[in-house]
């Protein structure tokens, strides 16, 4: 029989740490982090990770498991996260797999095989010196030029992506979008309760800007600074979203005002890129959080739970 899993997605900001906590409480549940940054010990303001307070003692992974030079892959996530969904569902309990990476959930809802993905590292490097020399739009030029429904998916900050659009493409001769397009027939490993979390637009993009605000105040900057005084500059940690922006700051590129507004952009159209992500790339049924976590949407979301698999029902 297929393992139980519960996954909630959507856009940063929108409520899913809120709703999981919830969920957990009322059918025995324990989070898993599908958060590609909450994995770094000591990044935690700015990846809004759940503090133990708010966890509200409900048992949580996936969170500081990493130092934050080293680098952490959908490959490793795939094969941390699988025993332990195996783990939590031997012990009577019900996984929820929780955030926003949409690269990382469906490698695991989908059993993604990702030994078999083809490599180039010849062509890797190729493209690595390539953006080192011209820069990281130029090298999000070609993947245009190569692919371009791939390259309105991948952000050009998202370098580690384009180049592998890029390397699978060349590769096997077919783009990346193509090989991707119809991942959602793919049945899941798993008996799978599938949530999405969206809100009016505008709402979110203030709830982003608030958070920012609030993060400066909770002390970002000096989270920030104390990751930039470690002398990283590269690797997967550094490019988060609110360190990056911090870093040219630090650097004396931009004043401070400048910095923040570019991080709340930058976290607006990271919003963006996830709703569109979970649209085109999953089966969750989706939740208006427009009106908050209020009873009415917490009774309709615990109904689809249960219909859905009326085993977990309580």
């Known amino acids: 029989m297929k393992k139980k899993l519960v996954v909630i997605v959507g856009p940063t900001a929108v409520g899913k740490t809120a709703l999981s906590i919830k969920l957990c409480h009322k059918y025995n549940g324990e989070v898993i982090s599908g958060d590609s940054m909450q994995v770094y010990k000591g990044l935690d303001i700015g990846t809004a990770k759940v503090s133990t307070a708010e966890q509200e003692g409900v048992p949580h992974h996936l969170i500081d498991i990493k130092d934050p ?17 195996e783990q939590i569902n031997a012990a009577g309990r019900l996984p929820f797999l929780v955030g926003g990476t949409g690269l990382y959930v469906n490698a695991v809802t989908k059993g993604y095989q990702l030994e078999t993905l083809p490599v180039d590292e010849a062509y890797r490097k190729q493209l690595e010196a390539f953006a080192e020399a011209h820069g990281k739009e130029a090298l999000h030029e070609r993947l245009r030029k190569a692919d371009a429904r791939a390259a309105e998916l991948i952000h050009p900050n998202n370098v580690r992506r384009v180049i592998r659009a890029l390397e699978v493409t060349k590769v096997t001769g077919i783009p990346f979008s193509a090989q991707q397009q119809d991942e959602r027939r793919h049945d899941s490993p798993y008996e799978l309760t599938y949530i999405g979390l969206t809100m009016e637009r505008e709402l979110l993009y203030r709830r982003i800007n608030q958070r920012v605000d609030q993060m400066i105040a909770d002390g970002l900057v000096e989270e920030a600074r104390r990751l930039y005084e470690t002398g990283l500059r590269t690797g997967q940690a550094v490019q988060a979203i609110g360190y ?37 790339k999953s089966e969750a049924s989706w939740f208006d959080m427009t009106a908050g976590l209020t009873d009415q949407v917490f009774h309709e979301i615990c109904t689809f739970v249960e219909g859905n698999n009326s085993s977990i029902a309580k």
């Open 244 to 280: 990056k922006e911090l870093f040219a700051y630090f650097d004396g590129d931009c004043p401070f005002d400048e910095a923040v507004e570019t991080l709340k952009q930058n976290s607006r159209r990271y919003a963006k890129r996830q709703l569109t992500w979970f649209r085109n």
């Open 69 to 85: 030079s080293e680098p952490f892959s959908v490959a490793e996530f795939k094969e941390r996260c699988e025993p332990l969904i």
